[in-house]
């Protein structure tokens, strides 16, 4: 992964204390979570019960039938070796990479197993939906991430995104509806993003406010404003305020048939492949273009950077305004790529989560890009498995993405380094 | 920072001179209009001082009282800016009030053919609002010659602000949790999370155990407070052992916590079994807070809870600022490597703070469904009291008796909302711009010095940071 190592550079590599390293460790827990995955999810199983996986978009077609109970057992010892091989081998990067992935995917395909085996309204997991409702909850987590992913590097603290989501939502709904028009209704949700990192960016910068309380502030800041204005305007007068068409879904023709990836990457809005062209376009640009350099420059290390002549002040107010643009067209999606209307906290916490995804993704636009995935899948597989009649209670289904994201945080993600001048303002001279 | 390299430094010097220039510009200006105040004071004194005046004149090295205070509130010091702020946030309130009058924003459309008209009909509503907002939290004029006149009681005068100590009271408890944390170093948006395990907790031991008045109101308060300690000494273990930011992990369990509340509500055991909505059962008569004896409590619902905020607020203060628990904290607040380095244990510290935030956050909980705003648990029972803390927290900075403080300015704008939302029609959500937007205006108070020229205060130095970067 390409990190700037230069100054910070014993916080920055991972600690190799002794026999316990970070990969023995994560080895040992998914040895002991196999064993239990294959104990615990085979005895649940039922036995004569089959899975059925289907690679389309619905229960028919194409498909694989697992046996429930060996699947589930069968599965959670893979994740056990997967486990013991990191344990015996106990060397971080590419293998951990690689072990990890398999010993996760083994354990979740032991749980869905066993869930799919027991199933109360049908056995079937339809892998093609799950991949395509996976990338839809993910995509605004995806543009939120990103918008963070702009402003850090550049050494200000984003966690304002919820609220330039929820402001981007709620211009996209209003001024959608009032135009009757998609793209009238993306612009302005955009403005509605670069409004709030416009307050952002002249509170951080210029007049040098704490970044973290700040954004809270402006979270709540942007929940009452929109909420307000919700309750007076647009509640009251729902056909004329609040009900704007949403974008048309475009196939890419042949890609979109696919199996399992193909409708989750080339069917869908603008929105979709709005998000595969932002992830491309950032990730060279931050690491391979004078403007990502200085950016990051300006962020690690903001008086180096002065010193050599980049303006500070100048590529901070631009990446924070940008990354507004961002989160705004991220919150639009709510309203113009999925239901076509605003409601009161409609992005119910989703900024908090790409926040999350952002340092689970270490600051890096694919990696942010992947956890925002992960968090989808989780919830994804949530409404998924609610629907197939799980004996799982759907509250604690639907606590799914939140615990995936502490455990991320705290198990696998360990110490994060973040940009060196993250949240703190530049003072010259 | 090092000094960069000599071909700069002239220019740095440079640089220098004109900070320098543009500081004493800066002040000069200033200086013009306090002269004035100055000029009335001078020309007051005489008047009610029989000759004192000219001995004023005469020292001029020791300025008089007046011209003191008024020194002191034309500097940007910390009183002046909250009440700046304040006025501030309720200019953008109006604003957003004119604008989301259908009825104005028709007039404004003619704005220049009758100009009068429209800036009156804005008045009117604005100040509409503000009088509803202004008898809903204090007082009712009509009210209280109501009861001198006998049309209506007394209880019904001294309605307005008993709702305001009843909003008040938890916020006080979640605004102390949020402020601990703030204080050893970190960001517990996780109040919420707390304030609603406390609840369950509270109401569990509330309808669940049968004890004898005073003792069950005890218990019930007891459980409350430790399952906010427990759920939020979860943040604190996670950050102290694997260095997880206690942002992220707050808000998580947040959710959880919700989601939790809206399982739990529907088992066996904890619903009642009389309704058919998302409902539990009723916390018993003994574990509830009582109220004043004698009133009707359906109109004075102020209850127990708030004299026991304030009592915790003197115990937070206590420990903050008189025991070694509290030296820790702060010392680990204002720099963890120091503390580590004066033989403090950090990790301790956090899952320490984070007990004791929860523990407050729990209580908050408490307040909610053993007083009089609600006696059993459903989806909303904490309402907004967690976040709505962060911004008590902010606006008292972090400070025991700032706290109380704002938690009675931002109850007295929920009670006072209520009304301005059925009276006036303005929705509720209003109170929340303006809470942000003070807390904008606190936390800069650079931007509030700019607006109204300020002078810098004599104590002022660098703003304090209260939350910790990543």
Redesign the interface.
């Known amino acids: 992964m390409a990190t700037l190592t230069v100054y910070s550079a014993p916080s920055a590599v991972v600690p190799t204390t002794g026999f316990w390293t970070r990969a023995r460790k994560a080895g040992a827990t998914f040895l002991g979570l196999g064993v239990v995955a294959a104990v615990l999810f085979g005895l649940l199983a039922k036995s004569g019960g089959d899975a059925r996986f289907t690679f389309t978009l619905t229960i028919t077609g194409s498909h694989l039938d697992i046996p429930g109970r060996p699947g589930a057992i069968g599965f959670g010892l893979a994740c056990a070796v997967a486990g013991a091989l990191l344990l015996v081998f106990g060397r971080s990067g590419r293998l951990l990479v690689v072990l990890t992935s398999l010993a996760l995917a083994f354990l979740v395909l032991s749980f869905l197993c066993w869930q799919a085996s027991v199933g109360r309204n049908s056995n079937a997991l339809p892998l093609g939906q799950l991949a395509q409702a996976t990338v839809k909850a993910a995509l605004p987590l995806i543009f939120g991430a990103i918008a963070g992913v702009l402003c850090e590097r550049s050494g200000v ?1 984003n ?1 304002a995104i919820e609220g330039q989501l929820l402001t981007g939502a709620f211009a996209g709904a209003l001024f959608g509806s009032i135009f009757a028009s998609t793209w009238a209704g993306l612009i302005a949700a955009a403005l509605g993003g670069l409004f709030i990192a416009a ?1 952002l960016a002249v ?1 951080a910068i210029r ?8 954004g ?3 979270n ?2 942007a ?3 929109t ?7 647009m509640a009251p007068h729902q056909d004329e305020y609040n009900f704007t068409k949403v974008f048309p879904t475009w196939s890419v023709p042949g890609l979109s048939d696919i199996p399992i990836l193909g409708p989750a990457l080339f069917q869908g809005t603008i929105f979709l492949y709005m998000a595969i062209v932002l992830v491309i376009v950032v990730h060279f640009g931050l690491f391979y273009t004078r403007w990502g350099l200085r950016t990051r420059a300006v962020g690690e290390h903001p ?1 180096a950077a002065d ?1 050599v002549g980049i303006r500070v002040l100048w590529t901070r107010y631009r990446n924070v305004l940008i990354a507004g643009v961002v989160a705004g067209i991220g919150g639009a999606f709510l309203v113009l790529g999925d239901v076509g209307n605003f409601n ?1 906290n409609q992005t119910n ?1 989703k900024g ?1 989560i790409a ?2 995804a952002l ?1 689970f993704g270490r600051w890096s636009p694919v990696g942010a890009t992947l956890a925002a995935l992960l968090f989808g899948f989780t919830t994804a597989l949530a409404q998924q498995l609610d629907s197939i009649g799980s004996s799982i ?1 759907h ?2 289904l ?2 799914l993405p ?2 995936a ?2 455990v991320a ?3 696998l ?4 380094r ?1 940009p060196a001048a ?3 303002p530049y003072l ?2 | ?2 000094e ?2 000599g071909g ?1 430094s002239p220019e ?1 010097s440079a ?2 001179e004109a ?1 320098l220039a543009r500081e004493q510009k800066a002040t000069a200006p200033d200086l013009v209009p306090a002269n004035d105040p100055e000029v009335a004071t001078e020309a007051a004194a005489p008047a009610t001082d029989h000759g004192d005046g000219p001995r004023h004149a005469a020292e001029p090295a020791s300025p008089g009282f007046g011209r003191m205070v008024l020194d002191n509130i034309y500097s940007a010091n910390t009183v002046t800016v909250t009440i700046l702020a304040f006025l501030l946030s309720l200019v953008v309130g109006a604003v ?1 009030i004119v604008l ?3 009825d104005l924003a028709g007039e404004y459309g003619y704005f220049f053919s009758a100009p009068g008209t429209v800036l009156g009909d804005s008045w009117t509503a604005i100040s509409e609002a503000y009088a509803n907002l202004f008898k809903g939290a204090v007082f009712d004029p009509a009210t209280i010659s109501g009861a001198i006149d006998g049309t209506n009681s007394w209880s019904q005068a001294f309605a307005p602000i008993s709702e305001t100590l009843t909003y008040t009271a938890p916020l006080i408890f979640t605004g102390l949790a949020v402020a601990l944390a703030f204080r050893g170093g970190l ?1 517990n ?1 996780g109040a919420q999370g707390q304030a609603i395990m406390g609840a369950i907790c509270g109401a569990v031991v509330g309808f669940a155990v049968h004890l004898p008045y005073g003792l069950h109101l005890i218990a019930a308060l007891l459980g409350a407070l430790a399952g906010g300690a427990l759920w939020a000494a979860i943040v604190g273990l ?1 950050k102290a052992r ?4 206690e ?3 707050t ?3 947040n ?2 916590a919700l ?2 509340l ?2 739990l509500i529907n088992q066996k055991g904890v619903h009642d079994p009389a309704r058919s909505d998302a409902i539990s059962k009723n916390v018993l008569k003994t574990a509830q807070l009582p109220t004043i004896p004698g009133v009707d409590h359906s109109v004075v619902r102020v209850h127990l809870g708030i004299v026991v905020g304030v009592l915790v607020a003197a115990g937070v203060a206590w420990l903050l600022t008189r025991s070694t628990i509290g030296f820790e904290l702060r010392a680990v607040g204002a720099n963890p490597a120091a503390a580590r380095t004066a033989g403090m244990s950090v990790g301790r510290t956090y899952v320490l703070v984070m007990l004791l935030s929860g523990a407050l956050g729990g209580l908050g909980g408490a307040m909610m469904v053993l007083g009089t705003t609600a006696s059993s648990l459903t989806g909303q029972v904490t309402a907004n009291i967690g ?1 709505d803390g ?2 008590v927290a ?1 606006l008292g900075r972090g400070k025991p008796w700032g706290v109380v403080a704002s938690a009675l300015l931002f109850g007295a704008l929920h009670a006072g909302g209520n009304r301005m939302q059925s009276y006036s029609h ?2 509720i ?9 003070i ?2 205006f606190i ?2 108070p ?2 509030v010095k700019a607006i109204f020229r300020l002078r810098a205060a004599r104590t002022s130095g660098t ?1 304090t ?6």
């Open positions: 603290i966690v307050l509170l007049y040098l406010v704490d970044q973290v309380v700040l809270v502030v402006l709540l800041f929940l009452g404003l909420g307000f204005v919700f309750t007076q305007l008086t010193t009161a916490g908090f926040l999350a340092i209670p509250e604690f639907s606590m939140y615990v994201t502490i945080v705290a198990g993600v360990g110490r994060v973040a993250d949240g703190q010259k001279g | 920072m090092t960069p390299a700069t740095k640089g220098d900070e957003l989301s009058n259908s960001f948006i996670l694997a260095g997880a930011h942002v992220i992990v808000i998580m369990l959710n959880v989601l939790f809206g399982w976040f962060i911004t902010l303005i929705a959500d209003l109170v929340i711009v303006v809470q942000a937007v807390v904008i936390a800069a650079a931007l703003p940071s209260l939350a910790k970067g990543w």
